[in-house]
């Protein structure tokens, strides 16, 4: 069998016109990255809810005893979220390179004196180059630390992508929390019971994985668990004040639940032991969780712990 060469010099050509194309990107990306590093302006900077803000010095006093709505969307980094010092309102440390990230943040003061708190970071050129300007040995600090007030009831929203996080909320006064990551790992710690028990946590990922430790100190009416495409390690330790409904999704991956002793579960089996163990007063019936699993590709296992 033969081919005609009239066939073969298209394709050729075309071969050939993708591979300087590739050489001339490549070159271009790798001197972009070249000449970003000469001009890093790595640095730290330090917001805190209304500074630099157009608000009314008076309204700001109701930060500090008014309830409130922080909404974090962090891309692109290192995170870190834990409890601050009281009266100290919402306050956000980073350390990160100005020409390639930015960091932002708005407060807004609601007429019925509630407020939201948003801050974003994220980066400010293309997955190519960041790679690029890592290979020719760029700055690579790209850090941020929240701290949240534990004498003021807040709702907390957080967004974490293509990073990993570690979240410590034990002691807050939390009354719904959602967290959402992708592209990365988090790492959710309730250490110690909240100032009361929180409504929701609603923790939900896809490419990635959570290790949530000692939720049952969040003692969450409604716990929601939904992984995609990764993994889930479930601690319910704690100290649990009340019963809870918990949903539990996966798709194309694997979630993990450890149950204490002093949990009962409806709804799902356990295992490795009893439904529940009676470990104080007799009398005072067990927290009970309701339970109910929806599983793709994927498992969901409960464990007495």
């Known amino acids: 069998m033969s081919f005609k060469s009239g066939c073969l010099k298209p394709a050729l050509f075309g071969c050939l016109g993708l591979t300087v194309l590739l050489v001339v990107v490549v070159g271009v990306t790798t001197l972009m990255a070249l ?5 890093e302006q790595v640095a730290d900077a330090e917001l805190a809810a209304g500074q630099g803000e157009a608000v009314d010095p008076a309204q700001l ?5 008014r309830p409130g709505r922080v909404e974090l969307d962090l891309s692109a980094g290192e995170f870190s979220i834990k409890p601050g ?5 919402v306050l956000v440390k980073a350390r990160f390179d100005r020409t390639t990230h930015k960091l932002e943040d708005r407060l807004q003061v609601l007429p019925d004196s509630s407020w939201v708190y948003r801050v974003k970071y994220h980066s400010t050129i293309s997955g190519m180059q960041a790679l690029m300007r890592a290979i ?26 293509q990073g990993g996080g570690e979240m410590e909320l034990g002691g807050l006064w939390v009354r719904d929390a959602e967290l959402n990551y992708g592209q990365g790992g988090v790492q ?5 019971p909240l100032r009361e028990p929180m409504n929701r946590l609603l923790i939900a990922g896809s490419m990635g994985g959570v290790d949530a430790k000692r939720l049952g100190n969040a003692s969450p009416r409604y716990l929601g668990i939904d992984c ?13 004040l009340n019963g809870a409904d918990v949903g539990l999704k996966v798709r194309m991956g694997g979630i993990s639940v450890h149950v204490p ?25 067990l ?18 712990r």
Do not use: C, Y
């Not at 000449?35 to 001009?39: A, I």
């Not at 006093?61 to 005893?65: F, N, R, Y």
């Not at 495409?229 to 479930?234: A, H, N």
């Not at 439904?275 to 009398?283: A, I, K, L, S």
């Open 61 to 65: 006093a109701i930060l500090a005893s």
């Open 85 to 89: 010092e009281p009266g100290s309102g």
């Open 188 to 192: 959710l710690s309730v250490s110690e």
């Open 261 to 285: 002793a002093g949990l009962s579960v409806e709804g799902a089996a356990i295992q490795g032991g009893a439904e529940g163990v009676q470990t104080g007063d007799p009398e005072v019936p």
């Open 136 to 161: 020719v040995g760029g700055n690579q600090e790209s850090k941020v630390e929240v701290f949240l007030p534990p004498d003021v009831p807040i709702d907390l929203v957080v967004d974490l992508h």
């Open 228 to 240: 995609r495409m990764g993994g889930g390690d479930i601690d319910l330790r704690g100290e649990w």
């Open 35 to 39: 000449n970003g590093v000469k001009h």
């Open 287 to 304: 927290p009970i969780l309701h339970v109910t699993i929806d599983q793709s590709m994927g498992e969901v296992e409960l464990v007495r």
